[in-house]
């Protein structure tokens, strides 16, 4: 892998890496288009801080944006985010089971 591939790639789990932005992803998994204000209420956040992530994750090339009028909608452009969120979470699953039976003894 050349550095400057590497790069990109770590550019791409940056964009992910905050709680709010997989969140986000969780949340647009569900719906097929949904506002800055629906998020916000969902998640129980500002709208300004909701705005600031999709801004990363739009830039990330994980969501893309269409206007609406006066407001934006927000959709899941790359599938393959959702298969590498289940893919870690299954990981984690795993892990807590193991230090379940190993607390369990």
């Given at each position: 892998?050349?550095?400057?591939?590497?790069?990109?790639?770590?550019?791409?789990?940056?964009?992910?890496?905050?709680?709010?932005?997989?969140?986000?992803?969780?949340?647009?998994?569900?719906?097929e288009e949904a506002?800055?204000?629906?998020?916000?209420?969902?998640?129980?956040?500002?709208?300004?801080?909701?705005?600031?992530?999709?801004?990363?994750?739009?830039?990330?090339?994980?969501?893309?944006?269409?206007?609406?009028?006066?407001?934006?909608?927000?959709?899941?452009?790359?599938?393959?985010?959702?298969?590498?969120?289940?893919?870690?979470?299954?990981?984690?699953?795993?892990?807590?089971?193991?230090?379940?039976?190993?607390?369990?003894?």
């Amino acid at each position: 892998m050349t550095p400057e591939a590497a790069e990109l790639i770590a550019d791409r789990f940056r964009a992910l890496s905050d709680p709010t932005r997989l969140r986000i992803i969780d949340l647009l998994r569900t719906k097929e288009e949904a506002s800055v204000g629906e998020l916000a209420s969902a998640l129980g956040a500002s709208q300004q801080n909701v705005s600031k992530h999709l801004s990363t994750l739009l830039a990330g090339g994980f969501v893309a944006r269409r206007k609406q009028g006066t407001s934006s909608l927000y959709r899941i452009s790359d599938p393959e985010v959702l298969g590498l969120c289940e893919r870690v979470c299954s990981g984690i699953e795993t892990q807590l089971l193991e230090l379940e039976r190993m607390i369990a003894g």
